[in-house]
């Protein structure tokens, strides 16, 4: 007999949710003050970033939060074959997403463009405040989205095992909570770094 | 097994997640096109009010928030109105030094 409180667990991981908005909001606070103190620079950094892979990786989150949200219904459902599907969905889509942003830095690496780079030293201040900023806050992005895509993979197991079923899935309701918040933190990096130049 | 019900779950039909999935993808190439436009410091605005649209609908559809205990979304009212609160005062402070 285990004692079990779903409110007080999703509370929980709410409560960790806000401390990484509250992370990343700080970081757009910096990013929107060297805006304002650096517009040209900023201005024509930006256009130097791949709208086109932006986009792309856009709608691949956005497809794969989707499906994490699908897959809660399908267990509340008793579909554990369509949630397991979904799950291995999100997890293909995370991937992929990785995989873009790896040769989206390739591509800058191969032009010497990266935090602490003689050719980066040379353009000036506001560049190096771009792409120490983009560098950062796109990384520590990917690396949420490489915890995420560990912490789907447990609960993925764990619907296999059975342990997480449709009478006890709170585990799953978190990690899609978790994998939402990355979703929502690239809906506000993307138009910021990508868009607005 | 004892558990806490403290409301009936609530089944979220598999079209609603398409449906929004549909919105916030022709949300996210409006904002594409749009910003491809120059409009100066409206493109900003633009931009930033669709993200909040679009953040919005993953926070009451996808997050579950529309339907979860009014406490969830009474506290991330709270955080956002406090982030904003300091990306405003800090702005402010930068805009008229």
Redesign the interface.
Known sequence: MTHRDDLASKTGMWLFLFTEMLLFGGLFIVYSVYRYRNPIAFHQAAQELSVFIGTINTIILLISSTTIAMSITAIQKKNKKLALSLLGITIILGLAFLVNKYFEWGEHFKEHIYPGSAVLALRGHGDILFYGLYFFMTGLHALHIIIGLVFIMVITFSIKKDKIDHENYVLLENSGLYWHLVDLIWIFLFPLFYLIT | ??????EK?H????KT??Y??AG??AL??T??TL??ISLGTL??VI??I??GI??SF??R????LKF??K??SR??IG??T??CA??II??LD??NR
Do not use: G
Not at chain 2, 1 to 6: P, Q, W
Not at chain 2, 11 to 14: A, F, L, R, T
């Open positions: 097994m004892k558990t806490i019900e403290n779950n089944i979220i039909p598999y997640f398409l929004v999935l916030l993808i996210t190439l904002s594409v910003t491809r493109t900003v931009a930033l669709i993200a679009k953040s993953v926070l559809i996808f997050m579950h979860e205990n406490m969830f506290a991330v955080v956002i406090l982030l300091v990306i800090t702005l930068y805009l």
